[in-house]
């Protein structure tokens, strides 16, 4: 299944850098999200977008910026990050927008070093 | 409070052994989802299965079983003959009909399975 793909699939980066992550979902779904995966911790969901309008924002850092120009491309702007945003970062689709159940499809995620 | 257990962090199997692999959920809701995803090492959370509340019956599909016990809250995955290819880490999630707000799928902290050639 490559109905979702990432790229950059690893990112190093410094802290004053600028840089993006970029999500495409080839599966006609109306919603796409946004997780951090750190160590040792469950999956955080930082954003959600339900037909590009952005319906949830977990409390994340401006420094984490979010664009869904359209339903199949979802972007994730990044300045300024620090050490422990460090992170594996994943990006999914579902048909239904929330709230609901529907299975969430992921992509292979991006490997984010901040140095 | 955690709404996904899965109590093993990691185990290790020697290959063609089968093994479980634990979850137990916690919610009110009477209408629910369960999944299992695996995260094999190049990252990609790969969906397994979903199950809703209602329908308990057993799934087998090849080498995966899934065992579903609304008795004791528990939703377990079974890898029959184990290979190689099945170390992972494996997810097991819970979403909830009734949840209004758009966070409503809620990830255990994962097993990881190491199968031993």
């Known amino acids: 299944e490559t109905g979702v793909t990432q790229t950059p699939r690893h990112l190093v980066m410094g802290m004053t850098n600028k840089k993006s992550l970029k999500c495409e979902q080839h599966?006609?779904?109306?919603?796409m999200y946004w997780y951090k995966q750190s160590a040792k911790k469950p999956l955080e969901l930082m954003f959600v977008y339900s037909l590009e309008e952005r319906v949830e924002n977990n409390s994340v850092p401006s420094r984490f910026s979010p664009e869904c120009p359209n339903s199949s491309h979802l972007f994730l702007h990044l300045h300024t990050l620090q050490p422990e945003d460090s992170a594996l970062y994943l990006c999914a689709s579902s048909q239904d927008p929330p709230p609901s159940t529907d299975t969430q499809y992921f992509g292979p995620g991006t490997r984010l070093t901040v140095l | 409070a955690q709404k996904v257990t899965q109590a093993q962090t990691e185990i290790s199997v020697v290959e063609k052994e089968d093994v479980t692999l634990d979850c137990v959920y916690e919610t009110r809701d009477t209408t629910y989802y369960l999944f299992w995803y695996k995260q094999p090492p190049s990252g990609e959370l790969v969906f397994l299965i979903r199950?809703?509340?209602?329908?308990?019956q057993n799934e087998i599909s090849g080498r995966y079983s899934w065992n579903f016990q609304k008795s004791t809250s528990s939703f377990n995955f079974t890898i029959t003959a184990s290979q190689v290819v099945d170390s992972a880490v494996y997810f097991c999630a819970l979403s909830e009909a009734d949840q209004t707000g758009a966070n409503n799928l809620f990830f255990g902290t994962g097993t990881r399975l190491t199968v031993i050639p």
């Open positions: 199950r809703n509340s209602f329908d308990e």
């Open positions: 599966l006609g779904h109306n919603a």
